[in-house]
């Protein structure tokens, strides 16, 4: 049968603490570098989602000149709604909006 001192089991429980104080010092001492981590992943994160709308936008627009230069009937609706243009012999009818009281 051995026997173990209280020294024994002191040291090994003051040792055991050490190295759950070191874990807590260690973890602590990078707390600051893995909140750094967390606020630039969430930054990539809003920088993608940025990137893709403008990729949306990119292509509507990519699309509307493409369809400006090669059909004419897009060109003739863009006449007839921004410079109200009308062929000859047609009538324009004009809207307004209510006003707000």
Known sequence: MKVTSIWDLLTKFVLFL?????????????????????????????????????????????????STMNDPRTVERLARERLVYARTNETVFYFEAPKAH
């Open 18 to 66: 050490l190295f759950i104080a070191a874990g807590v010092g260690i973890f602590f001492w990078y707390l600051p570098v893995i909140q750094q981590i967390q606020r630039m992943h969430r930054e990539i994160l809003v920088r993608e989602n940025e990137v893709h709308s403008e990729e949306k936008t990119r292509k509507r627009l990519r699309a509307e000149v493409e």
